[in-house]
T-cell receptor, first 114, second 116 residues
Framework: QKEVEQNSGPLSVPEGAIASLNCTYSDRGSQSFFWYRQYSGKSPELIMF????GDKEDGRFTAQLNKASQYVSLLIRDSQPSDSATYLCAGANAGGTSYGKLTFGQGTILTVHP | KAGVTQTPRYLIKTRGQQVTLSCSPISGHRSVSWYQQTPGQGLQFLFE???????NKGNFPGRFSGRQFSNSRSEMNVSTLELGDSALYLC???????????????FGPGTRLTVL
């Protein structure tokens, strides 16, 4: 079992719809979670991070964390064609030997069609 | 504030050669992490440096090494290159990391290494 798994995708949504990206993790020591967006040929760009259970909103993006269920999600409201990219979920362990290490899922390709 | 910079952006090497990649973090960031990204394995953690010390290392062979300088700039070196080392090498900088949390990491543009 991979440590961080994302819904396989690819995910295709119409412009203006809500895109829902999901991620589960197996390491209960994971404390912090990050969502990155990666356009083709580019490096990952940080969109959101979340440390606490519940929801965190930033503009059109909402990250949700449920530590009991080991589940993280990213909702993108009013999806735009410019949101078309690969979305990467990453977790970080709080343990003292885990400095600087993010464990990434395999990514979900999102396509927003006009 | 300038972002993370990496040089060179592209490299072509042959098997058996060695390569050195450079990363300059965001000003004020003291932690630099390195990752390898391939289509098959995704993003995998190589190592992390903080205050010139390697604090964490991923599951890569000893051919992969790195260092950090007093100005927080970091280099990674791959010796005896293999075809499978062809990948996008990314560095990410962070303000700091503690035992409690990994702070947000910001990635550079990457170095695309091709081994022939």
């Amino acid at each position: 079992q991979k440590e961080v798994e994302q819904n396989s995708g690819p995910l295709s949504v119409p412009e203006g719809a809500i895109a829902s990206l999901n991620c589960t993790y197996s390491d209960r020591g994971s404390q912090s979670f990050f969502w990155y967006r990666q356009y083709s040929g580019k490096s990952p760009e940080l969109i959101m991070f979340i440390y606490s259970n519940g929801d965190k909103e930033d503009g059109r993006f909402t990250a949700q964390l449920n530590k009991a269920s080991q589940y993280v999600s990213l909702l993108i409201r009013d999806s735009q064609p410019s949101d078309s990219a690969t979305y990467l979920c990453a977790g970080a362990n709080a343990g003292g030997t885990s400095y600087g290490k993010l464990t990434f899922g395999q990514g979900t390709i999102l396509t927003v069609h006009p | 504030k300038a972002g993370v910079t990496q040089t060179p952006r592209y490299l072509i090497k042959t098997r058996g050669q060695q390569v050195t990649l450079s990363c300059s973090p965001i000003s004020g960031h003291r932690s630099v992490s390195w990752y390898q990204q391939t289509p098959g394995q995704g993003l995998q953690f190589l190592f992390e440096y903080f205050s010139e010390t390697q604090r964490n290392k991923g599951n890569f062979p000893g051919r992969f090494s790195g260092r950090q300088f007093s100005n927080s700039r970091s280099e990674m070196n791959v010796s005896t290159l293999e075809l499978g080392d062809s990948a996008l090498y990314l560095c990410a900088s962070s303000r700091t990391t503690s035992g409690a949390n990994v702070n947000e990491q910001f990635f550079g543009p990457g170095t695309r290494l091709t081994v022939l």
